[in-house]
């Protein structure tokens, strides 16, 4: 049990640090959709709203050197799914990489490293978590946040997502891990598929792997340096296929 509390502390720990003073990124500025540089916390979730009813789409393809994972977008959480919609079609995730990686934990990715790193407006989306439906189940697809002291509302970061991987849990073990009453469905799949319910409630779940989990669960697998990043970097891109 306290493998998996440290585990979440340490990818909670890794989404509350700001990201390092960075490069531009280069932008589609031919692609239809809000000025990504002109959003704040304020007007990005009437922008994005109004962008995903107009552009919708509910599946991406992450693409790296590992293989491709395949995700499907929740139509509840349609801030969030907007966001990574508009960002996938500007490219602006194909200059980022998976740079925290915990075993057996989750994947994280939506940065790069020094000099080839993002300096993207960091506008921030309002949570929608939606806790009875959608969970850190194995294959999850979240957002990681920064600067909680700073962020009492909880506002999601628009570019840092993540994959949860987990291992299996006997109801015992799923409940302790979490405040939240866990419904008899949840314990069941934490029990036979696995996750991490210690991040239930805290973070916005907005999709989830249907394709290429072995994918994930490689990545998760690979040696990393000792803030998580892969010894390897491990490139991606983002590509809206419905």
Same mark, same amino acid.
């Given at each position: ?6 585990a979440?502390? $340490?990818? #909670? !720990? ?7 003073? &960075? ?20 007007t990005?979730? !009437? ?8 552009y919708? @789409?509910?599946?991406?393809l ?23 919609l508009?960002? $996938?079609?500007? @490219? *602006?995730f194909?200059? /980022? ?8 934990? !989750? ?9 080839? /790193? ?6 921030? #989306?309002?949570?929608e978590i939606?806790g /009875? ?5 194995k294959?999850?697809?979240?957002? !990681? ?13 628009? %570019?840092? +997502?993540?994959?949860?991987v ?11 891990? %979490?405040?939240?009453q866990? &419904?008899?469905?949840?314990?069941k ?9 210690? #991040?239930? @409630?805290?973070? &916005? *779940? +907005?999709?989830?792997?249907?394709? @290429?989990?072995? *994918? *994930?669960?490689n ?7 000792s803030?998580?990043?892969?010894v ?11």
């Open positions: 049990m306290n493998r998996f509390l440290f979440g502390l $340490a990818l #909670l !720990a890794a989404c509350n640090q700001t990201p390092p003073p &960075t490069a531009a990124p280069v932008v589609r500025k031919d692609v239809p959709g809000p000025d990504i540089a002109a959003l704040t916390d304020s990005a979730p !009437a922008a994005l709203l109004a962008y995903g009813k107009q919708p @789409g509910s599946e991406v992450i693409k790296t050197r590992l293989g491709n994972i395949r995700v499907k977008l929740y139509d509840d959480t349609p801030i969030h799914r907007a966001n990574f508009l960002l $996938a079609r500007k @490219g *602006v194909d200059e /980022t990489m998976f740079n925290r990686v915990v075993k057996n934990f !989750a994947v994280q990715g939506g940065q790069t490293y020094n000099a080839r /790193t993002i300096r993207l407006k960091r506008y921030r #989306l309002p949570p939606r /009875t439906t959608h969970y850190h189940k294959g999850a697809l979240g957002m !990681a946040r920064y600067d909680d002291e700073q962020n009492p509302g909880r506002l999601s970061s628009n %570019t840092d +997502f993540y994959l949860v987990g291992e299996k849990l006997t109801p015992d073990q799923s409940q302790a891990m %979490t405040r939240r866990l &419904t008899p469905a949840q314990t799949v934490y029990a036979t598929q696995g996750g991490v319910p210690a #991040l239930d @409630g805290l973070y &916005t *779940v +907005f999709g989830e792997v249907v394709e @290429g989990q072995d *994918v *994930v669960d990545i998760s697998n690979q040696p990393v340096e803030d998580k990043w892969p390897e970097d491990i490139p991606l891109k983002v590509e809206v296929v419905k």
